[in-house]
Structures are given as structure tokens and as C-alpha cells.
């Protein structure tokens, strides 16, 4: 990611699996001097508790987890009870909860 940053025509955003890793990320470009959202704005997956508390603050996509491992849950249940069950795909509702780890574009 620092390659591609230091690039001719370098990302603006980051779309992480899941927060941990965005902090991280964070972390990482903040000890090489890269400021987030000032030259590239990382967004999370999942939530988590942590993702309000350290700084800046984490853009991150909610998810209900208790509903995802229930459904999970239930679809690896139907696939025991029945392998030759056709593969379910399923999309949950999400919500993008904006916070300080991305950058503001202020439109005219």
C-alpha cells in the first residue's frame, strides 16, 4: 500500500475486510508520517466497538452481526441436513457510518 501511495497516481481510499485491519492500516501509515483522512481515507467492515474510540474515528459499514451468525448458522445447518441443496446467496442490510477516517468533499 506505501508503493502504491508513493505511486504516480496513487489511491484515495481504502476499503478494508473488517475494522481491525483498517485500524491497523491506520496505525501503520500514521507511524510513516501518511495522515489519514489528509491524503488517503480508510474505511472499514463490521463495526466494531473500537471503531469509534481511536483516532481519527472509523468509517466503517455496519452489519448485525448477531443476524449474520444466525443466518450463517442456519444456512450450514440446511447444507448438513441436505448436500445436494442448492448454494444460497444472501446480501443483509448494511449502513455506512461516517466518521473522521475519511475525507470531506464539500460540493458547491
Keep these: ?3 502504491r501511495l508513493g505511486s504516480a497516481n496513487p489511491p484515495t481510499a481504502v ?5 481491525t485491519l483498517a485500524v491497523v492500516i491506520m496505525e501503520r501509515l500514521a507511524d510513516d508520517g501518511i495522515r489519514v483522512p489528509d491524503r488517503v481515507s480508510i474505511i472499514g467492515y463490521d463495526d466494531d466497538t473500537f471503531s469509534s474510540e481511536v483516532l481519527p474515528t472509523l468509517t466503517t459499514i455496519h452489519v448485525d452481526k448477531k443476524k449474520l451468525g444466525e443466518v450463517g448458522a442456519e444456512l450450514i445447518l440446511q ?3 441436505a448436500t445436494d441443496r442448492p448454494i444460497t446467496k444472501l446480501a443483509l442490510p448494511t449502513d455506512l ?10 460540493t458547491p
Design 1 to 3: 500500500m506505501k508503493k
Design 79 to 81: 447444507r448438513i441436513e
Design 15 to 19: 476499503v478494508t475486510v473488517n475494522d
Design 97 to 106: 457510518i461516517v466518521r473522521g477516517s475519511v475525507r470531506q468533499i464539500s
